[in-house]
């Protein structure tokens, strides 16, 4: 087991470094000039190289990334070169809404999977499975940020369960905070559970077909029985993978939705970095994200071992 | 199909007909909780790949732990010690290590062994066997054969042998079903049909076997054709398309049962052709 986690996490440490290069290269090519942008187009050139220097962005790429990654293993982010202010503090308020909107939505999307996935697949063929197939067809279908308005529409604008945008911060109280997320985290649980779900029940189906479940059968395990002490596990390799990219999707990939929802969150924020030419801010935040899914991965595969015995006896 | 018939295991689609005995009840007019404390308990099965048939994800002894707690109620720890008996008795070295390994960490021989102590967990009155060394080489197959022929007798169950091997049947059985496309073509004593071999399919798979002393470079003998689609078999015997002696009167009639010597049955139209063919070999 060790030298399995361990050869995890050289892989996950040379990622990073990979994407760290990456990143600050993306950075180095994309135009526009953070000074530019700040001073607007009519800063007079000398003013635009003052600024540059005052930034340090006069200095060789090389050195401003060694610079960069220096800063980052003490701990030391830099400040945002558009609002002045350290880069870890913009971070940390988005991420206060990002990570529990990602983790609720997760929770929102496995259960929604696994309710619908194994129904539909103990009930193989039958008219409920038919049903819960098309309307899960219908989820994948429905574009997140639409099925976002529709539920601001009547949850908060009709019923006002909820409110309709904004975030009220943590220090207001944890279920005023939970209230906020909840329509966005539906909205983004939807799609995603949809999908989770026609997995859970193919790969449900496919493991029925072993030759174990039918052994297990003929000790006199009942059909539900079977289910649930010998396909199940079998049956999460698959979506386990699934739902590890899901969850980095909604950590990186939720732009659309916080916006309809006003929340500040990680998308949004590196969203308007980048226009800013922020490139401190992007570096950081890209960084961050790409640590996340990393880490996200190497979860995924120390729960790949955990469920499957023979996945750690190769790597050995 | 036959075996997964008797054990109430086919798809749900299927249908099954006639009746399955087991101590004067009919199996197939239970419901399926009432199968449920059958399977594994009174009626075990040995299947034919054990290299598949278990849960990979699982402890053999938590796997041969299960029938035990769901059929004798047995508690955690005393289900433990008989399965690691079970291991023991199957010939398994080591048994109370072996018990916490997987299946993976097994070699096939070893997996078959727990999977006969599997069916043999709740002493089954009948131990169901579908061709259960057809996966092993030959070494281990008269293992794994001379096992189950020990426990059986040992037991006292019952053995349900299903092979294609006409050596392990004459050694294991006392009664044979010769069936081909799904229907009986002969039966009988073991003794009697290895004696008198009548129907031109069994005559056939005699003929099919390699003799000792017939030479090198010797074709072996073939049944001619291929086995019919299981979905269109012939109205009448299933074996026409195949058989050197079928006239018209085979395709479309189902062929009559005849008796032989004491319970040796035979369903062939052309009876008297086929017992005057045994000398000379039909398929030469």
């Known amino acids: 087991m060790s030298v399995f986690l361990a050869k995890r996490f050289i892989t996950l440490l040379a990622t990073l470094i990979g994407a760290s290069i990456v990143i600050f290269t993306v950075m180095e090519i994309l135009p526009g000039d953070p000074a530019l942008v700040i001073l607007g187009v009519d800063a007079t050139e000398s003013s635009v190289a003052a600024l540059t220097k005052e930034l340090g962005l006069d200095r060789p790429p090389l050195e401003r990334y060694f610079d960069w990654i220096g800063g980052l293993l003490q701990g030391e982010l830099g400040n945002s070169y558009a609002y002045k202010v350290p880069v870890s503090e913009l971070v940390q308020g988005a991420l206060q809404i990002t990570v529990p909107l990602a983790i609720l939505s997760m929770i929102l999307s496995v259960t929604i999977a696994l309710v619908i996935g194994l129904y539909a697949a103990a009930n193989h063929n039958k008219a409920s499975d038919v049903t819960l197939m098309g309307v899960s067809q219908l989820g994948i279908s429905v574009p997140n940020f639409w099925l976002a308005v529709l539920l601001i529409l009547y949850f908060a604008v009709n019923l006002k369960w909820f409110p309709p945008g904004g975030f009220p911060g943590w220090d207001q109280g944890f279920w005023k905070c939970i209230n906020a997320l909840i329509l966005p985290a539906v909205a983004l649980a939807t799609v995603q559970g949809a999908i989770l779900a026609r997995i859970t029940r193919s790969s449900v189906l496919e493991v029925f077909r072993e030759d174990f479940v039918r052994t297990a059968r003929a000790k006199g395990l009942s059909q539900r029985a079977t289910l649930w002490l010998h396909v199940l596990r079998n049956a999460m390799i698959p979506v386990i993978t699934v739902m590890g990219l899901q969850f980095a999707n909604l950590l990186a990939g939720t732009v659309v939705v916080e916006n309809v929802f006003y929340l500040p969150g990680l998308g949004s924020t590196v969203l308007k970095a980048i226009n800013n030419r922020d490139t401190i801010v992007v570096e950081n935040v890209v960084l961050m994200l790409a640590a996340m899914v990393v880490i996200t991965n190497f979860v995924v595969d120390i729960l790949y071992a955990v469920i499957d015995p023979r996945l750690k006896a190769h790597d050995i | ?284």
Do not use: W
Request: with cysteine.
């Open chain 2, 1 to 284: 199909m036959t075996a997964l018939a008797l054990m109430g295991l086919l798809p749900e689609n299927a249908s099954t007909t006639g009746s399955v005995n087991l101590d004067g009840e009919n199996l197939l007019q239970k419901s399926e909780a009432e199968m449920c404390r059958v399977r594994g308990n009174k009626m075990a099965m040995i299947f034919q790949e054990p290299m598949t048939s278990l849960n990979p994800v699982h402890t053999v002894g938590r796997q041969i732990m299960e029938p035990l707690r769901l059929h004798k109620g047995l508690s955690k720890s005393s289900a433990m010690q008989e399965a690691i008996r079970l291991l023991d008795r199957v010939g398994i070295p080591n048994p109370a290590e072996r018990v916490s390994n997987y299946p993976h960490q097994l070699s096939g021989g070893q997996r078959q062994r727990v999977m006969i102590a599997l069916a043999l967990s709740c002493s089954p009155d009948v131990l169901i066997a579908d061709e259960p060394t057809t996966a092993l080489d030959v070494t281990i197959q008269d293992q794994i054969l001379e096992l189950i022929q020990t426990l059986v007798q040992e037991e006292g169950m019952s053995l349900v042998l299903i092979s294609h091997d006409l050596g392990v049947i004459a050694e294991n059985t006392d009664n044979v079903i010769v069936m081909y496309g799904g229907t009986v073509v002969e039966s009988g004593k073991t003794d009697h049909i290895f004696d008198q071999l009548t129907h031109p399919y069994t005559q056939g798979l005699f003929a099919a076997m390699p003799k000792v002393g017939m030479g090198r470079g010797k074709r072996l003998t073939t049944i001619p054709g291929t086995v019919p689609d299981l979905i269109n078999l012939p109205s009448g015997c299933t074996f026409t398309d195949r058989c050197p002696l079928a006239s018209d009167i085979c395709a479309g009639n189902i062929p009559p049962v005849n008796q032989m010597e004491g319970s040796h049955l035979v369903t062939c139209h052309h009876l008297q052709q086929a017992v005057s063919a045994r000398s000379k070999g039909l398929y030469e």
